[in-house]
């Protein structure tokens, strides 16, 4: 049994760090500790644009030909903390997704090491990966966008 000391220990480090997931095992005791709620990936959508003011037209102008559309946004799945992007589990190993990878909420896309950790981080929509924004072994911060997903 592990000693409530440890155990307090180890959520003050989560909270400190901003991790998500703890997971630590030795020959005697296996400790795994998640913080519910942390994992809510925000998705960004494009604003709404206002229309931009008119001029008056001359009576026998032609009409205004149609604004192009805006650029269409897709949602990010972001960051949910400092640390080092790796984008397989292993140098040798395939990465987690690619362009085009179908992915599901509990879909691991990525690890990010924080203070020798490595937090695999779920998707948490479903969709398919249409822009991989970061290189593996690239530091990311808290919030940056690290991949775009076409929702499905």
Same mark, same amino acid.
């Given at each position: 049994?592990? =000693? ?8 003050? +480090? ?7 997931? +703890? =997971? ?6 296996? &400790? ?5 709620? &942390?994992?809510?990936?925000?998705? &960004? ?28 946004? +897709? ?52 969709? &398919? ?24």
């Amino acid at each position: 049994m592990i =000693d409530i000391r440890k155990l307090k220990e180890l959520v003050r +480090l989560m909270v400190e760090n901003d991790l998500t997931e +703890l =997971d630590l095992r030795d020959e005697q005791e296996t &400790v795994t500790v998640k913080r519910p709620g &942390v994992h809510a990936v925000p998705q &960004v959508y494009a604003p709404a644009l206002a229309p931009a003011p008119m001029a008056m037209a001359a009576p026998h102008a032609a009409p205004a030909a149609p604004a192009a559309a805006a650029a269409e946004v +897709l949602p990010a799945i972001e960051s949910p903390m400092v640390g080092t992007y790796y984008a397989s589990p292993g140098p040798d190993k395939s990465a987690f997704v690619s362009i085009g990878s179908r992915v599901g909420p509990e879909t691991t896309v990525c690890l990010i090491e924080a203070m020798k950790i490595f937090n695999e981080i779920k998707a948490e929509t479903t969709g &398919v990966v249409e822009e991989i924004l970061v290189k593996s072994g690239q530091p990311v911060e808290f919030g940056q966008p690290l991949f775009r997903i076409r929702p499905s």
